[in-house]
């Protein structure tokens, strides 16, 4: 019996039973997993529609021009961001709920701040990809 207690804050880690009785952050987290399925099936898509392309430009400034370059295995940086901030936005919510309600509050709008942020600069670096691709 030395794991039973132990369970129970573990449990509570990933699903804290009394912030699945809020609104508010029932609907933020639905609202942040529709934008992370956006962002993967956006991913997704612009690495089919550009797979004769071999490196993909994966920022640009407007001082220095393209200065990150990758293969089509780092495109997926955006998607992979998108889901860690939503894992650990979402598990100290689940810590924070009981003791610092506000805290959780915050986390949990933020989540959807950041993932339309990643989504911007996700749809922005395809464009420019999308614009520099070779024809035919």
């Not at 997704?44 to 990758?70: C, E, N, P, T």
């Not at 989504?119 to 420019?128: D, H, K, M, R």
């Amino acid at each position: 019996m030395l794991f039973a207690n132990d369970q129970g804050k573990i449990k509570k880690l990933f699903f804290n039973p009394h912030i699945w009785h809020n609104n508010f952050l029932i609907y933020n987290f639905f609202a942040s997993f529709t934008l992370l399925l956006i962002i993967w099936g956006e991913i997704i898509w612009a690495l089919f529609a550009l797979k004769g392309v071999d490196f993909f430009s994966l920022h640009y400034s407007i001082y220095f021009g393209v200065d990150w370059l990758g293969g089509p295995g780092s495109f997926f940086i955006f998607s992979i961001f998108a889901a860690v901030v939503l894992a650990v936005n979402y598990i100290l919510a689940n810590i924070f709920y009981d003791s610092r309600r506000i805290l959780s509050y915050f986390l949990t709008c933020s989540i959807p701040l950041i993932e339309i942020i990643i989504l911007t600069a996700a749809s922005l670096v395809i464009y420019i990809n999308w614009a520099g691709a070779p024809v035919g």
